[in-house]
Structure formats: C-alpha cells, structure tokens
C-alpha cells in the first residue's frame, strides 16, 4: 500500500478519535491532547510494517475508547434508574394496579 493511502488511513483514525471524544464523556480536549502526540510521534515512519502495526495500535485503542464509553452511558442509566423511590418502581412492576391498563 503507498503511503498517500496509509495518509488517508491515519487522516480517518484521527477523525474517529476526535468524533468518538465528542460523544464521550472525556471531551474533544482530553483525546486532542493525548491522541495528537502519539500520531505527531509516528509522522515520520516509513516502513509499511510499522505503519501498520501503528495503525493497529490506534484501532485497538479507539474500540476501547468506544466500549468505555458504552460502558459509562450503561452504569450512568442504571444509576438513574436505580435512585428511583421504590414506591414509583412498584407502581410500574405491579400488574394489580389499574393504572396501568387502559379500559
């Protein structure tokens, strides 16, 4: 693969990280600094081996990112969730409350 490929590869990765900071709770700022550095780093390789293995790296670490992620929204909803009073918790669950048919 020639390197103008290997360009819009890495050009795509850091997009993904700056989208994937936008939807996180990290923010743009936190990925920005620490993305930025590692894919300044790496500018100068030549070797496709390498470039590769880079580019591994970068996806492996930006699914990571996304699971956190997921995994952040998950426990903050099961927090919500979970701090309802009991008596609201009840209501929806028992079957014997009428308010929760429609006649």
């Not at 890495?10 to 990290?26: A, M």
């Not at 956190?68 to 309802?84: I, P, Q």
Request: proline letters at 5%; charged letters at 35%.
């Amino acid at each position: 693969m020639s390197l103008p490929a290997y360009s819009a590869r890495v050009r795509d990765l850091y997009r993904q990280f700056i989208h994937i900071g936008k939807s996180t709770f990290l923010g743009v700022d936190v990925i920005r600094k620490r993305v930025k550095p590692q894919f300044l780093k790496a500018r100068d390789l030549k070797d496709p081996k390498e470039i590769e293995k880079e580019i591994a790296k970068s996806e492996y670490i930006l699914k990571e990112l996304e699971a956190m992620s997921m995994l952040h929204k998950y426990r903050k909803l099961k927090k919500d969730y979970n701090s309802l009073p009991e008596e609201v918790i009840e209501g929806f669950i028992n079957l014997d409350n009428p308010k929760n048919f429609r006649e």
